[in-house]
C-alpha cells in the first residue's frame, strides 16, 4: 500500500498538541464534506490519508503513546483504513442523543 502511514508522518505528542486546535478545525471542515447520512441517527464518514492520520494523533495523545512499538502498533491498526485508490472505505456511526 503505497499510502501507508509511517512514524515519520506523524507528529510528536508536544508538536501535535501546540497544532491540534487549528489541525482539528481543518479536519472537521475536511470531514463534513465526506459524510453521508442514512437516516436519523446513523452516518458514514469515508475515509482517506488524512482523517486516518487524524484519528492516529489523537489516539497516540490520548492514550499518551510515544513509544515505537505503541505508535507501530496504532499504524498498524489504522492503515488499513486508507482507501488504496481502488476502493472506498467509511467508518459508520451510530448516533443518538444521550
Not at 482539528?24 to 470531514?31: G, T
Not at 463534513?32 to 484519528?55: C, K, M, P
Not at 505503541?70 to 442523543?97: Q, V
Request: net charge positive; charged share 30%; hydrophobic share 35%.
Amino acid at each position: 500500500m503505497a499510502n501507508v502511514l509511517t512514524r515519520t508522518d506523524l507528529l510528536s505528542l508536544e508538536d501535535y498538541q501546540e497544532r491540534r486546535v487549528s489541525m482539528r478545525r481543518e479536519l472537521m471542515a475536511h470531514k463534513s464534506i465526506r459524510y453521508i447520512g442514512l437516516g436519523d441517527h446513523v452516518g458514514l464518514y469515508f475515509e482517506d490519508r488524512r482523517t486516518v492520520q487524524y484519528q492516529i494523533q489523537e489516539m497516540l495523545r490520548i492514550e499518551r503513546i510515544f513509544d515505537r512499538a505503541g505508535i507501530e502498533d496504532e499504524l498498524k491498526a489504522y492503515n488499513p483504513l486508507i482507501p488504496t485508490g481502488r476502493n472506498l472505505k467509511a467508518t459508520m456511526m451510530i448516533e443518538y442523543p444521550r
